[in-house]
Nanobody, 115 residues
Framework: QVQLVESGGGLVQAGGSLRLSCAAS????????MAWYRQAPGKQREPVAS???????TYADSVKGRFTISRDNAKNTMYLQMNSLKPEDTGVYYC?????????WGQGTQVTVSS
């Protein structure tokens, strides 16, 4: 079992920045991937960025150049630095842990970007 707790969401004006954190606890070992997803009102949950335990990263086209994903394996914590935020980045941001045959979601943190 892996438990995930997100933090760092809030209200920010367009052009501003936020840093999200996802703290993981439980049976974390071996090769794994952690990811950020987001869900806007009335829309499906979509992937934002991911990072493997060896540091390989992926980004959605919509956030490339603005968001940076990172992780501290010693602290079992993942981060998402979000710069140049846009109103369309508004949504609930979820943390996900993936390992072969297992995945776990956090409860989400709200990000609201005002125009």
């Amino acid at each position: 079992q892996v438990q995930l707790v997100e933090s760092g969401g809030g209200l920010v004006q367009a052009g501003g920045s936020l840093r999200l954190s996802c703290a993981a606890s439980g049976s974390i070992f071996g090769f794994n991937t952690m990811a950020w997803y987001r869900q806007a009102p009335g829309k499906q949950r979509e992937p934002v960025a991911s990072i493997s335990s060896v540091g390989t990263t992926t980004y959605a086209d919509s956030v490339k150049g603005r968001f940076t994903i990172s992780r501290d394996n010693a602290k079992n914590t993942m981060y998402l630095q979000m710069n140049s935020l846009k109103p369309e980045d508004t949504g609930v941001y979820y943390c996900k842990y993936l390992k072969t045959g297992f995945s776990s979601w956090g409860q989400g943190t709200q990000v609201t970007v005002s125009s």
